[in-house]
T-cell receptor, first 113, second 109 residues
Framework: GAGVSQTPSNKVTEKGKYVELRCDPI?????LYWYRQSLGQGPEFLIY????????DSGLPNDRFFAVRPEGSVSTLKIQRTERGDSAVYLC???????????FGPGTRLTVT | AQRVTQPEKLLSVFKGAPVELKCNYS??????LFWYVQYSRQRLQLLLR??SRESIKGFTADLNKGETSFHLKKPFAQEEDSAMYYC???????????FGSGTKLNVKP
């Protein structure tokens, strides 16, 4: 079946602009995670959804970052007033439930110029 | 605080040689540890988790609570093992995963 998909695969934006990154999890997966991966680093936890609610958003770096999952399926990560330091690969993962095997998407490479 | 440490950024071995990728963690509770792998141009995928105690693609990893380590081992490396390997720690109470910075394994012919 289809795996986790993320769109766009690449996004180049100017400093100060707003961006939205989309994640389509595997059907039936209730848990959804967002990570940020900077060059030379491992994935860094941003936020975890269980169903529609954000169960843990402690990894969001500041209030410019926000994520939603209104129907418990597709999720959107929103970044306001982008900064060059936001440049990274943003990964989404889904799993059947909390703490079970995560299936990762291919990531969105965000470049802020 | 760094919860997962992978001290080697790059590990190069010859085909057929043993390989050990190191992972140390810091957590006072009951940890659950994983190894994830990312082959070239592919997405990150689970390799193995300590609770299953499986051998996947010839790799094994033993959780050593005394040394807070979860090193990944394979007795005879193959060229197709070349990839990025990430160790990850799950904190069940918080359903959060912490990843190490990764080790690039290069298996030379």
């Amino acid at each position: 079946g289809a795996g986790v998909s993320q769109t766009p695969s690449n996004k180049v934006t100017e400093k100060g602009k707003y961006v939205e990154l989309r994640c389509d999890p595997i059907s039936g997966h209730t848990a959804l995670y967002w990570y940020r991966q900077s060059l030379g680093q491992g994935p860094e936890f941003l936020i975890y959804f269980q169903g529609t609610g954000a169960a843990d958003d402690s990894g969001l770096p500041n209030d410019r970052f926000f994520a939603v999952r209104p129907e418990g399926s597709v999720s959107t990560l929103k970044i306001q007033r982008t900064e060059r330091g936001d440049s990274a690969v943003y990964l989404c993962a889904s799993s059947l439930g909390a703490g079970t095997e995560q299936y990762f998407g291919p990531g969105t490479r965000l470049t802020v110029t | 605080a760094q919860r997962v440490t992978q001290p080697e950024k790059l590990l190069s071995v010859f085909k057929g040689a043993p390989v050990e990728l190191k992972c140390n963690y810091s957590y006072s509770g009951s940890p659950e540890l994983f190894w994830y792998v990312q082959y070239s141009r592919q997405r990150l995928q689970l390799l193995l988790r300590h609770i299953s105690r499986e051998s996947i693609k010839g790799f094994t990893a033993d959780l050593n609570k005394g040394e807070t380590s979860f090193h990944l081992k394979k007795p005879f490396a193959q060229e197709e093992d070349s990839a990025m390997y990430y160790c990850a720690l799950l904190l069940h109470n918080f359903n959060k995963f912490y990843f190490g910075s990764g080790t690039k394994l290069n298996v030379k012919p």
